[in-house]
């Protein structure tokens, strides 16, 4: 089965530095993915991490640990255009599906 | 190269009616997956299809039906419609099944 947690909504300054947590409980797990999703548009691929560990793409990283079933996206230098949800959406080879968490609104002050 | 287009955009359809809905993937990928949005629900997998064939199904009632067709296209039909169908309609395509999917615009979906 899938059972996926994350915050429902966070709240964060302009130039500060936010992590989003996720933790998943997903049957023949194979990796995870995390999306962003501005009001009103579509989801928008961030990262995918198979592997444990930090991986990093400009302001934003994401972390993956298989054995506690954990996650995270870090995102630095947060800007105003990061104000959106963050789907946190784990995959399993045994079905081969993606499913997504319920994301966590994240909203930047100025 | 194109992204991934879906029409209509905007549907207004009465209690009972059905509708289809459709969803051209960006060119060479063969999977096609269907989702259904909701605020209080959020992203909802419905479908997956792949080179035509049905490869994974979501917990939605058989009301929701879908297809593909051998270009890659794919239409999603849902018969009966009750109020609660009222959501945005997402399909997202990927070159291959578990792969980075690009997502279309949606379809805002409206029973009255």
């Known amino acids: 089965g899938q059972n996926i947690d994350q915050p429902t909504e966070m709240t964060a300054t302009e130039g500060a530095i936010v992590q989003i947590n996720c933790t998943y409980q997903?049957?023949?797990?194979?990796?995870l993915f995390w999306y962003q999703q501005h009001a009103g548009e579509a989801p928008t691929f961030l990262s995918y991490?198979?592997?444990?560990g930090l991986e990093e793409k400009g302001r934003f990283s994401s972390f993956l640990s298989r054995s506690k079933g954990y996650s995270y996206l870090l995102l630095k230098e947060l800007q105003m255009k990061d104000s959106a949800s963050y789907l946190c959406a784990p995959s399993s080879n045994r079905d081969d599906k993606i499913i997504f968490g319920k994301g966590t609104r994240l909203h930047i002050l100025p | 190269k194109a992204g991934v287009t879906q029409t209509p955009r905007y549907l207004i359809k009465t209690r009972g009616q059905q509708v289809t809905l459709s969803c051209s993937p960006i060119s060479g990928h063969r999977s096609v997956s269907w989702y259904q949005q909701t605020p209080g629900q959020g992203l909802q997998f419905l479908f997956e299809?792949?080179?035509?064939?049905?490869?994974n199904k979501g917990n939605f009632p058989g009301r929701f039906s879908g297809r593909q067709f051998s270009n890659s296209r794919s239409e999603m039909n849902v018969s009966t419609l009750e109020l609660g169908d009222s959501a945005l309609y997402l399909c997202a395509s990927s070159a291959r099944q578990v792969d980075e999917q690009y997502f279309g615009p949606g379809t805002r979906l409206t029973v009255t």
């Open positions: 997903t049957s023949g797990f194979n990796g």
């Open positions: 299809y792949f080179s035509e064939t049905q490869r």
């Open positions: 991490n198979v592997l444990d």
